[in-house]
């Protein structure tokens, strides 16, 4: 699949969309596929700290727990309240369901992840599609 | 067929199968429920005895009554330590005068063959390994009887559950079908030759017959929601070498009556001196889903007992678990705590099964 240029990448398969200051955060296509029918997601509360790289949250399928890796560092202004009513809608738009919107604490963070075309390579490689 | 594979006691299997397929947890389980759907289950083992002695044989180490079987049916039970725990879960078939079938579980296969040996020298009976001789599959599901119909000469309709029969099946002569399963659902499993070419052939008939009925392939994923749903034991969660007959609450299997089998002593006086622990059901009340291994608290916070098995229940669509706990925490009602990743989330002890199938009018 060609994945969206219009936003960066990380390893944990996570996209993230820059707006000025701001950031959306979500995951990929490749992501959803790979954890099956998601169930439940847990964000943090608006407010809270991310800090590129660390866990900010859970998304869990019917089988597995799986962690949330943030791809900067920010304060959450803004949490997809549709996902606590309807996680599927991850599994059929992983691009277009949000997770959780930042203030970016330091833009120069995102020059660290990947474009979308290395982020392709990069799921190739791993055995995805 | 493109399914997400794991490794699972040396087997090779299908978690669950692609969309493209009609596959996906939920999508599989709900089939089941709903309409039909098959397994691959040939990771499970067979063991036969047969003889002039094979029913005391079978006696001496399966916990029910299997002197209560006509030919051609079938029963649940268990084989048992002598503490009276574990062995394995079983599934014990009269195919004939003085032939038992044993069907156990993929990860006890070797273990349970020799136990089942060494527990039966003294019985005038051969006892057979045939595990790695049939490919056994499950049609499982509403539809299922309709399914089968179509591909066998044998009157499927005369079939009562837990009763098997034999049958031309997709031109295979003789072949052996039980009215039985994993899903708390009507259905059948099918034991066929094992080699590849008969496997791939006779499955690849079951989804074209199916098609009709929207047949689903599905994987271990859903085969563990529904069994779930269904309060089947599964070995090493409810069941297992620590757990004796009286605490997973199989009682109902287990023929004290009987003068005489492997755990006999031990479960008398297990029952006697009263039972500390029970299996009981929880459904989440806080946010959250309770999965295996989880400690559950009472409403104080402190561990009294932990998760057996849990997890989303996509027909249900809630969220429930298995859980040991003290038995003064068992009733009805009772609310508890999971502690999910450090967070005590609220839960209540609910009856089960927390599901059962439709009874047909």
Redesign the interface.
Known sequence: MAYPTDRKYTKEHEWIQVNGNSATIGITDYAQQSL??I??VETPKVGAELTQGKTFG?V????A?SDLFAPASGTVSEVNADL?TSPEKVNSDAHGSWMVKITLKDPKELNALLSAADYEKFVAEEGGH | MGA?MVEFNGWDMP??YPASVGG???NEHMAVRTGVGIFDVSHMGDIRLAGPQALAAVQHISMNDASRLAIGQAQYSALLYPLGTFVDDVIVHRLGEEEYLLVINAGTREKDFNWVRDNTRQFDCAVENLSDDFTQIAIQGPKAVHLLQKLTDADLGAIKFYWITRGKLCGLPNTLMGRTGYTAEDGFEIYIPADETTSATVWYEILTAGKEFGVVPCGL?AR??LRLEGKLPLYGHEISDTINVWEAGLDRFCKMEKPEFVGHAALEKAKAAGVKRTLVGLEMTG???A?DGYKVQDESGCEIGYVTSG??A?FLKKNIALAYVPIEFAAQGTALKVDI?GQGVGAVVVPTPFYKRPKKV
């Open positions: 099956g029918d169930v439940f859970t869990e399928s019917v089988k727990v606590a | 997400k978690v669950e996906g947890i939920i994923g563990n929601t946010r959250g889903i999965r997890s989303p996509p990743r």
